[in-house]
């Protein structure tokens, strides 16, 4: 896969980049990242990127050519490529949008700043998403949030498997507690399930802890959740009926 970002920062994604298992994934040729800077598609002499509202106003919003051009020049070379900006106008992340984005051979994310974007880009681009129900000066984090949750889905980059995702939202359930050494630690013990080498045991109780913590801290999850009939007793035995 192909991941552009488009920004008038490129700076920002040198470390991240360049780090840990998003340069890994790279190195391990998953992945390409493309870092586009946005004054190199600015027309004009001085590399002008924004303009003063129309209508009035304060703050400046960010001019529609260069980001056009840049769009053009990227699905001019890649047509499949996904165009995606963020902003938080857009529908918030999911696991299952990240899911459905590492299908994808192409992406371009494109990072929005000062007040926001000429509404007119609506035009020419795939999608909006946001990475949550707050504002940020700058579309760099979400970028590199989408950018980040999809690379780990990509074949190969999680330890081998990729596919195969034991993690948190497994069914879309919040992820059961995990422990390592030392058994002890300043009186706090680890679950003597976990000990037992007992596995049908361990995975039950792993499966029971993901239900509770699900149902206690996240509930909205709950209600849409893959639970088979066990996992209705279990809940419905605590008095925590879920929606079918
Ligand atoms: C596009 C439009 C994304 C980009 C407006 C971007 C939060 C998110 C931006 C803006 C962002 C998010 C300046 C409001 C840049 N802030 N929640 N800021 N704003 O994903």
Request: aromatic content about 6%; proline content about 6%; overall charge negative.
């Amino acid at each position: 896969m192909q991941i552009d970002l488009l920004t008038l920062f490129p700076d920002f994604f040198t470390t991240p980049l360049g780090a840990s298992m998003l340069s890994r994934a790279q190195t391990l040729g998953a992945v390409r990242f493309r870092v586009l800077n946005l004054r190199d598609f600015c027309p004009d002499r001085h590399k002008v990127a924004d303009d003063r509202p129309f209508g009035g106003g304060p703050g400046m919003v960010m001019k529609i050519e260069p980001l056009v051009a840049a769009i053009r020049a990227v699905r001019a070379e890649a047509p499949m490529v996904r165009v995606i900006l963020l902003t938080p106008q857009g529908r918030v992340l999911t696991q299952d949008k990240a899911r459905e984005l590492a299908q994808q051979q192409h992406l371009l994310l494109i990072c929005g700043h000062y007040e926001g974007v000429d509404e007119r880009l609506r035009h020419y681009i795939d999608e909006e998403l946001s990475l949550g129900d707050y504002v940020l000066t700058g579309g760099e984090i979400p970028a590199l949030a989408v950018a980040d949750a999809v690379t780990r889905l990509l074949p190969g980059v999680l330890g081998g498997e990729g596919a195969t995702e034991e993690e948190s939202f497994q069914d879309g359930l919040l992820e059961h507690p995990h422990y390592t050494r030392p058994r002890i630690f300043e009186g706090h013990e680890v679950p003597e399930v976990l000990l037992s080498g007992d596995h049908r045991r361990i995975a039950r109780w792993r499966r029971e802890q993901a239900l509770l913590k699900t149902a206690q801290e996240r509930p909205d999850l709950l209600a849409r959740a893959r639970l088979d009939p066990e996992d209705r007793r279990f809940l419905a035995a605590l008095g925590m009926a879920a929606e079918e």
